[in-house]
């Protein structure tokens, strides 16, 4: 067996030298070996040792401490001047009393709404987490100045998103399929008269006529000319998006709704027109400044995502 | 070896008066916040204290915005702290503290943060030439040269379509509650001159303070909001 004069010569010439001397000098492990015991003992100590009593004093500052944690003097004195409306000096002591125990409380439930982990199961709390860590972030964004170059840049940008209301008067003509009127009809024939209809009605054919003819009733879900969120509403996405590419006098093909057949007819169309920077001014604004705001969240995220270590299960991706 | 004994005494002696020194100022320390906020500025000792303590605490943290004699600086429209107007309460020690503590507009939901100053202009709710005259009111509010006849339709604006009053007061002296500065006390945390009086209608202010609780402890921001009411309100200290 090596001893310790035997070891490679690759170690380093100090540890050498020291391995020479522990293996030359008598007893040389009787230090080592009593720090170790010392070292065993304190943690033998420390393990029975009883831990430190709680603290049994609030220090300075503090108006109460609930399982260690704290509610402050200063909002203690805020909290009762808010809900009494009155300076804190007058202010009896039985009410004081009733705002530090309703604090205390709230302080309770609070401690053990995280001891349920709440933040980890409950919509609401996660929102609500979500909103202050985005509010937080957004408000030295807000700070910055805003100039009328930005808002016009920021405009000339996105001169699309920037029109005026478009109006339409469009009717709109239902055929239910299978319903009184047509109680034998099929989808497949239902869909056949309501093509026949359209062309029709582009041919000219009279509007009661063709209404009679053919079952279809008026929706009246539109009345006369409505400004387009208006009729998006009462038309439905689906509707209202067919009707605002539609001109004056032009007739739809069929669509199909719950309800039965659609065909639309523009009575008369508006469409939106670019606005002018005055106009929407407010709008350019409130847009612009939503869209720093998102950025300052978007980097935010990327902040937190750097500093995170996030495991993703194999076959998955974000 | 009487020498080394007179050093050894002498050092003694030395490290028991640093002890009974430094045991002194944390006892104040300890009755700085023992005490209600505004039961401080009663008792010159714990002033004086405080004082002491913020000096260089008020350097590092504060200066940067507020300017190294708490004069304010008008370019990030941080508020003068000396004189007696105050944006948010009546400029007690509570009400100063609880500024330091959650800060304006901080994101901390503690923090003060009622409203802000609308950017009038920018978002299209007052035309320029409105504009100028309700600068035309502020200066005849101040006691300044202006001029009548717009000053008189800003007043009117003041009232009706600016919304000024909603947040200013009908009588333009402020609200604390809401951080809304008195108009007629010639007091411009952004500058008064009409140019720039012109660009915080125009295009509205949204100052921030930070929150300074989990940086500084509670003792410091005791000491910080006695030392700047003490500068605020000319506190002698003996």
Known sequence: ?318 | MKAWAALLVALVAAGYAWQSHRAAVRRLQAQLLQAAPDAVIRRSDLVKAAVTEATPLYARYCAACHGDHMQGNTALGAPDLTDSHWLYGSGSVYDIERTVLYGIRSGNPRARNVTDMPAFGLTGMLKPGEIRELVEYLLMLDHRPYDGQAALAGRALYLSKGNCFDCHGTDALGNTDYGAPDLTADVWNSGGDPGTLYQSIYSGRHRVMPAWRGTLTLEQIRALSVYIYAVSHRLTLH
């Not at chain 1, 420390?46 to 402050?72: E, F, H, M, T, W």
């Not at chain 1, 001109?247 to 008369?268: F, K, Y």
């Open chain 1, 1 to 318: 067996m090596p001893s310790a004069t035997d070891l490679p010569s690759t170690r380093r010439p100090g540890l050498q030298a020291l391995r020479r001397r522990l293996a030359q000098t008598p007893g040389s492990l009787a230090l080592p070996a009593a720090a170790a015991l010392a070292g065993l003992l304190l943690a033998g100590v420390g393990l029975v040792r009883r831990p430190p009593p709680p603290i049994q004093s609030i220090p300075p500052g503090y108006a109460a401490l609930v399982n260690g944690k704290s509610i402050l003097m200063s909002d203690y004195m805020a909290q009762t001047m808010e809900v009494t409306g009155a300076s804190y000096d007058d202010v009896s002591p039985a009410v004081r009393a009733k705002v530090l125990r309703d604090m205390i409380n709230e302080e309770l439930l609070v401690q053990r709404g995280v001891v349920l982990d709440l933040p980890e199961t409950t919509t609401e709390v996660r929102d609500v987490m979500v909103a202050a860590v985005n509010t937080q972030v957004a408000q030295p964004v807000l700070a910055e100045p805003v100039s009328d170059e930005q808002l016009k840049a920021w405009y000339t940008a996105h001169r699309n998103a920037y029109t005026t209301e478009g109006a339409m008067d469009v009717t709109d003509l239902v055929l239910h399929v299978g319903g009184y009127e047509n109680a034998n009809q099929t989808i497949a024939q239902a869909e056949t008269d309501a093509s026949e209809a359209a062309y029709q009605l582009r041919s000219g054919a009279d509007l009661r006529y063709i209404m009679d003819h053919f079952g279809f009733v008026d929706s009246h879900r539109t009345s006369g000319l409505e400004l387009d969120f208006g009729a998006k509403i009462h038309l439905g996405a689906q509707l209202f998006n067919l009707a605002s590419t539609m001109q004056d006098g032009q007739v739809s093909d069929p669509v199909t709704e719950p309800d039965g057949l659609h065909v639309l007819i523009m009575n008369h169309r508006d469409t939106p027109r670019p606005a002018a920077f005055d106009a929407v001014r407010n709008k350019v604004y409130q847009d612009y400044r939503d869209a720093r705001r998102q950025r300052a969240d978007q980097q935010n995220i990327a902040l937190l995502r750097r500093d995170a270590r996030i495991l993703i299960a194999p076959g998955l991706r974000e």
